[in-house]
């Protein structure tokens, strides 16, 4: 109800009365709080009326200003800094979750995910807390790497929905993860020509006895991993991350674990006998957990059994080539 001006008292319940200031500003409607009923007295809030609508109205030396609003935004940047003081930034976040999954990754994953997040995230998002990165901040770092390093561009963007998504809360219904690559992301970015992609050239199959047994006969562990490919007809990872703990002799099996997988899930793969006689080959009970180790004891580059096959007279995987669309 209104007493006096533009003034009211709002009644909410029983025991619920407070004043509020009516004004408008900007063609619209604003309500600024007295105080309650109970602690301020008609007298006062006509005083808290008349000084807020001096500040709205303003004077001769003073503009005029929306006070709702501008108490909004105080409040706001109050909870902003409160935010930045308690919330960890993405940099936290990401050496967390990296820390987290240390353990279960391949020597291949806990190379890439930090020296990628180093080099092409942490400049532009690194300092920011998770609600205050936008999807134009997403923009801004994948924009330069968007189209001549596109598979790089596509692991970073994965990589931090994925962290942003492991730090907010579940049940938030107001949620939106800024690095989805939603619609609006993908009209954005600059437009991708497409690829198109020969197969590997195949070797005849006469010709496979031939270059089976001039293969035998080359010496080091990358050739004995590139025979031992061929035998089981698996991926290239597979065999350069393969553990000895994975193989299980008695069953002529090969478990391998699920994070080596593209369905995360454990794959047993039967040894035929020259597989088997591959692995006695290199067994000599001084070899580390790795199957198909380098000279320094680390797994080796997926270019190894390809170097193998320059070395023997084949050629190598043919270039990816694009055409614009």
Partial sequence: ??????????????????????????????????????????????????????????????AGVDIVHERRKAREEAKAVVA????????????????ANWSTWSEKHRDQWPSSLKRYAYATIGKLTIPEIKPSHIYDLLEPIWV??????????????????????IDDPEFRNPAELTRQMREKLPKRTKRVV?????????????FLT????????????????????????????A???EIDPPNSTWKIPGDRMKMDQDHYVPLSDPALAVLDELRDGRQGELIFAGLDGRAFSENAMLAVLDRLGYPREPDRVRVAT
């Fill in 214 to 241: 001039l293969l035998s006969s080359a010496p080091g562990r990358a050739a004995a991993m590139l025979r031992f490919l061929i035998f089981r007809a698996c991926r290239t990872n597979e065999a350069v991350e």
């Fill in 84 to 99: 930045k003081v308690v919330l960890p930034t993405f940099e936290e976040c990401a050496e967390a979750y990296i820390r």
């Fill in 148 to 169: 001549e390093k596109r598979e790089t561009a596509n692991r970073v963007r994965g990589r931090i929905e994925t962290i942003i998504a492991k730090n907010v809360d």
């Fill in 1 to 62: 109800m209104a007493s006096g001006g533009p003034r009211y008292l709002i009644v909410t319940g029983p025991t619920s009365k407070s004043w509020s200031y009516r004004y408008w500003k900007d063609g619209k409607e604003r309500w600024h709080g007295l105080g309650s009923l109970k602690e301020v007295s008609l007298k006062d809030a006509r005083l808290a009326r008349d000084a807020a609508r001096l500040r709205v109205k303003g004077d001769r030396s003073t």
């Fill in 243 to 245: 553990r000895w703990s």
């Fill in 198 to 210: 020969r197969h590997h050239p195949a070797l005849p199959y006469a010709e496979a006895p031939a």
